[in-house]
T-cell receptor, first 115, second 114 residues
Framework: KQEVTQIPAALSVPEGENLVLNCSFT??????LQWFRQDPGKGLTSLLL?????REQTSGRLNASLDKSSGRSTLYIAASQPGDSATYLC??????????????FGKGTKLSVIP | NAGVTQTPKFQVLKTGQSMTLQCAQD?????MYWYRQDPGMGLRLIYY???????DKGEVPNGYNVSRLNKREFSLRLESAAPSQTSVYFC?????????????FGEGSRLTVL
């Protein structure tokens, strides 16, 4: 069974710092990996989607990488801002016999950027 | 740009009552999903609809029913609510349910069962 782990569970950094969030998964048979942001009391906002054939994706100050063979992805946030404070979740879409409908989510890393 | 819209946003029920959570998307997506999010458990799939006219069970379907009313709308029904169903419910949609589908979420419905 696919398991997705995000370490650390919480992270606090000063404003302006570059930071890396980690996501690891146990089964490398995936179609893609998606990073989300969740603000308190809100839904999940899609940040980046990396297909299994890709190594990285970039959007503004965000860069996500994928090493499928080692079961790892990282989300790099450059020049962090207080507005980046949120919980960041990753999810993998597995290659499954019965279809790939069921994403497996990590439990998230809660990021606090201190002004 | 509405995206995925859920109603109601908050609901309090007594044990045994029934209710329906509504979800609509305006992105012309084929696939829709219902998740629940609980502290320490993460997001778990309740039911999904790969395309209009089809529905299938996810990881935690017991106590729930769904209806894919049309391509836009996917509802989740609790027939006899239990305290264990206190949770935050999210509806999501994707262009399709195959390999490349990026998932988009609604704002969530917070349900408390007393």
């Amino acid at each position: 069974k696919q398991e997705v782990t995000q370490i650390p569970a919480a992270l606090s950094v000063p404003e302006g710092e570059n930071l890396v969030l980690n996501c690891s998964f146990t089964d490398s048979a995936i179609y893609n990996l998606q990073w989300f942001r969740q603000d308190p009391g809100k839904g999940l906002t899609s940040l980046l989607l990396i297909q299994s054939s890709q190594r990285e994706q970039t959007s503004g100050r965000l860069n996500a990488s994928l090493d499928k063979s080692s079961g790892r992805s990282t989300l790099y946030i450059a020049a962090s801002q207080p507005g980046d404070s949120a919980t960041y979740l990753c999810a993998v879409r597995p290659v499954a016999r019965a279809g790939s409908y069921q994403l497996t989510f990590g439990k998230g890393t809660k990021l606090s950027v201190i002004p | 740009n509405a995206g995925v819209t859920q109603t109601p946003k908050f609901q309090v029920l007594k044990t045994g009552q029934s209710m329906t959570l509504q979800c609509a998307q305006d992105m012309n997506h084929n696939s829709m999903y219902w998740y629940r999010q609980d502290p320490g458990m993460g997001l778990r799939l309740i039911y999904y609809s790969a395309s209009e006219g089809t529905t299938d069970k996810g990881e935690v379907p017991n106590g729930y029913n769904v209806s894919r009313l049309n391509k836009r709308e996917f509802s989740l029904r609790l027939e006899s609510a239990a305290p264990s169903q206190t949770s935050v419910y999210f509806c999501a949609s994707s262009k399709d349910s195959f390999s490349t589908g990026e998932l988009f979420f609604g704002e969530g419905s917070r349900l408390t069962v007393l």
